[in-house]
């Protein structure tokens, strides 16, 4: 079912820095894991990963690992949600980010940056990016809730009466 409080406007006209802040963000993305560390590619073995998060939370290094994992993709999809509110559905959202983090994953292979392509990258990758997501869409359907005119267009919010109004006459 369409709902009409989660239409965005066109955001080239409504929110043109939106689209500016996405792109930074998505430069940002690339330098952070397109830079080259050295030649050649690494496989990361998922179930030896798995092992150095779980025995080592009470390293500084893993911890930090670990949420930049999570939160490397959490920005771009938010901000996507934020522009896009379609792309908050769950299945596009999931879609997005696991190909996002996948996209990652596959050019650090085929390109020689000495980076380690890593599966549980990806999937931490990805699940920062959906969980970021549907932060973004619940906070937009709260303040639908709080504001009933915030999906609608502004001329109808302008002619609507008031809730709770009664017609005389």
Do not use: F
């Amino acid at each position: 079912m369409d709902d009409h409080r989660y239409r965005s406007a066109d955001p080239a006209t409504t929110r043109p820095g939106g689209q500016l802040v996405l792109a930074v963000a998505l430069l940002v993305v690339a330098a952070l894991t397109l830079t080259p560390a050295g030649t050649g590619w690494t496989w990361g073995a998922p179930l030896a990963e798995l092992r150095w998060y779980a025995t080592g939370l009470d390293s500084e290094a893993t911890v930090l690992q670990l949420v930049g994992n999570l939160c490397l993709l959490a920005v771009p999809a938010g901000l996507v949600v934020a522009l896009w509110p379609a792309a908050g559905r769950i299945g596009y959202l999931i879609g997005l980010a696991a190909g996002a983090a996948a996209g990652i994953e596959l050019l650090q292979w085929l390109l020689p940056l000495g980076r380690v392509v890593s599966p549980l990258d990806a999937a931490l990758n990805a699940g920062g990016a959906v969980a970021a997501g549907l932060l973004v869409r619940q906070v937009q359907r709260a303040s639908a809730a709080i504001r009933p005119e915030a999906g609608r267009h502004p001329a109808a919010a302008r002619t609507a009466e008031p809730v709770g109004a009664v017609r005389r006459g």
